[in-house]
C-alpha cells in the first residue's frame, strides 16, 4: 500500500518509475540492483530529488528478495532508504532506518544527533574493523564539518 501510494505521488512529480522497470529492478541479485546507475535506478533517482521514489524502490527490493538477502545486504539497503532521506535534508525521518542498520550507522546517528563524543567513538570502533574505506571517509567528513547538513559533510573528506 505504501509502495503503491509513493508510486501514483511520483506519477505526479515527474519521477515515476514505469512498472515495468521497478519489475525488473526486483529481479537484479544485489550488487546489480544497489549499482544501477540509469535513471531508474536508486541512487539516480535520490540525486535528481525523487527522494520518495528512491526510499520507495529500497523498501520494495528489500520486501521482495528478503529470502535471498544476506544481512549485510539488507542492513545496506535499510542504511541506503536512511541516507537518501538524511541527503533531502529530512534527518528526524532517517534516524528510524539508520537504527535499523545500526551496526553500520553508528558513526551516521552520532552525526545527526551532534554528538561528538559518540562520533569520535564510533570512528575509532569503525575505523578498527573497515580500515580505510569510503565510509570512513564519510565518517571523517562528518567529524570536520560537524555543523554542516548530512549531504555537506558527507562529502567534506572525499
Keep these: 500500500m505504501i509502495v503503491a501510494t509513493a508510486l501514483l505521488l511520483a506519477a505526479s512529480t515527474g519521477c515515476a518509475i514505469p512498472t515495468a522497470d521497478a519489475d525488473a529492478q526486483l529481479a537484479l541479485d544485489y550488487v546489480s540492483f544497489d549499482a544501477r546507475s540509469d535513471r531508474y535506478g536508486w541512487r539516480t533517482l535520490n540525486a535528481s530529488g525523487c527522494t520518495d521514489e528512491a526510499v520507495a524502490l529500497l523498501t520494495r527490493y528489500a520486501s521482495a528478495n528478503d529470502a535471498r538477502l544476506s544481512g549485510e545486504a ?10 537518501a532521506l538524511a ?11 539508520f ?3 545500526q551496526d553500520a550507522v553508528a558513526a551516521t546517528l552520532a552525526f545527526l544527533r551532534r554528538g561528538d563524543a559518540a562520533l569520535a567513538a564510533a ?4 575505523a578498527a574493523a573497515a580500515g580505510d574505506s569510503m565510509r570512513l571517509r564519510i565518517i571523517d567528513g562528518f567529524i570536520a564539518c ?6 555537506v559533510a558527507a562529502h567534506c573528506r572525499m
Excluded: K, W
Design 87 to 97: 541527503f533531502a535534508g529530512r534527518d528526524a525521518e532517517s534516524i528510524v532506518h
Design 146 to 151: 560537524p555543523d554542516a547538513s548530512y549531504r
Design 99 to 101: 537504527e535499523r542498520a
Design 123 to 126: 570512528r575509532s570502533a569503525y
Design 74 to 83: 539488507r542492513r545496506e539497503l535499510t542504511f541506503h532508504a536512511g541516507q
